[in-house]
């Protein structure tokens, strides 16, 4: 019950599921950084292209749940490491098409097993039907947030500044 009246930040959901997701996490951007020399925001890019060759960096920012300022600067790392390709549409040369290199291509399959493998450490302690729980619970909670996310009319934060000051919301 401490989930739907919660007494303190400790019981707060966002709270607990950042708390998993710094100790889990900790554990892919380790792997990431230390053996393979990417960063986390690096390998949700790959790993979105992996899943996804093929598509406008809007389309990945998008998939990848970043915004695209990130994600053009995590796309012109890969880039620059010739672990991504741009392709230019034929016909809209504005537009750029993203694909894995033969190297990117893998790295993904070399870091994806390793990121799989912390994904079933983390859930080995729940039975099936608390899996599939947790995944219907999951996906009421990414609906709830998305709904809640388009009905905000809240400023954004000035990030060139440090987070002081605010800009007008787009």
Known sequence: MKTLNPQSIDDMLLYRLGRVLGKAGSLVTRIC?????ITRREWRVLAQLGKR??????ELADAAQLDR???????????A???VVRVPRPHDRRQ??????DAGRALYEAV???????HQ???APLSPVEADQ???LLAVLQSQADAMQCGADLPKADRRRGGRGLRASS
């Open 81 to 83: 490491r010739q672990l």
């Open 121 to 123: 450490a983390l859930v």
């Open 134 to 136: 947790l995944d219907a």
């Open 96 to 101: 750029v098409v993203l694909h894995l290199s």
């Open 69 to 79: 300022a990130r994600t053009s600067r995590a796309v012109t790392a890969l880039v």
């Open 53 to 58: 060759d093929g598509i406008l960096s809007s």
């Open 33 to 37: 950084e230390g053996e393979f020399g």
């Open 112 to 118: 994806l097993p390793r990121v799989m493998a912390i």
